[in-house]
């Protein structure tokens, strides 16, 4: 599986934009960039996914570099209930990959 | 919220006992998963279902078995649990292979 690497830790204050990055500069063409995010004492949640263009929804927004090696997962406004776990994740979609592989992921820490 | 459940939610049992974990859906998914999480490895995946009685095994699928008799539901067994299976068990599923996954509340296990 590609790998993707990705900060410790963030720390942001609440009502602010917030920036995740993520580098996979191993990913395959068939790769889609996946983000899941984990509150605490809970299951992971899915948050967003792209595989060329730049994408957004009523959680989040994703930044897909021109590259394909890295990626931006946006919180436009953070709110204390965004405080969890973001793992950025690569699933082949040919391949079918029948799981997902989460690395330690970015704990987001958001300041009132 | 996806209708996953799982149960029980928190047990604790004695080394060499015999455990049996369920996940219950409600949504008709094709797919399942069971994974743990354990500090300093993030989640991985023990076995998974792609239909009724067809099950394969994931990347840490020593010591366990699954059964699925019926679409809605995943049964994960500790055939003689030991102290190394202490973790937190999440369930997943998934409407088609390779999209995105949804998981349940999780199952925290200890074995004493």
């Known amino acids: 599986d590609a790998k993707t690497t990705q900060p410790n830790s963030m720390e942001s204050n609440e009502e602010e934009p917030v920036h995740l990055p993520c580098n996979h500069s191993?990913?395959?063409?068939?790769?889609?960039i996946h983000w899941y995010r984990q509150l605490p004492s809970q299951g992971p949640e899915y948050v967003i996914h792209?595989?060329?263009s730049n994408v957004n929804n009523r959680m989040a927004s994703l930044a897909i570099a021109e590259d394909r090696k890295s990626s931006t997962l946006i919180l436009h406004r953070a709110t204390l209930r965004d405080a969890a776990v973001y793992y950025c994740?690569?699933?082949?979609?040919?391949?079918?990959?029948?799981?997902?592989?989460f690395g330690k992921g970015t704990k987001l820490t958001v300041n009132p | 919220d996806a209708g996953i459940t799982q149960s029980p939610r928190h047990k604790v049992t004695e080394t060499g006992t015999p455990v049996t974990l369920r996940c219950h859906q409600t949504?008709?998914?094709?797919?399942m998963y069971w994974y743990r999480q354990d500090p300093g490895h993030g989640l991985r995946l023990i076995h998974y279902?792609?239909?009724?009685?067809?099950?394969d095994k994931g990347e840490v699928s020593d010591g366990y078995s699954v059964s699925r008799s019926k679409t809605e539901d995943f049964l994960l067994t500790l055939e003689s649990a030991t102290s190394s299976q202490t973790s937190v068990y999440f369930c997943?599923?998934?409407?088609?292979?390779?999209?995105?996954?949804?998981f349940g509340p999780g199952t925290r296990l200890l074995v004493l």
């Open positions: 997943a599923i998934s409407d088609r292979q390779g999209q995105t996954q949804y």
């Open positions: 191993t990913i395959s063409g068939t790769d889609y």
């Open positions: 792209g595989l060329t």
């Open positions: 994740i690569l699933r082949d979609w040919e391949g079918g990959s029948e799981k997902l592989v």
């Open positions: 949504e008709n998914h094709r797919y």
């Open positions: 279902s792609y239909g009724v009685k067809d099950t």
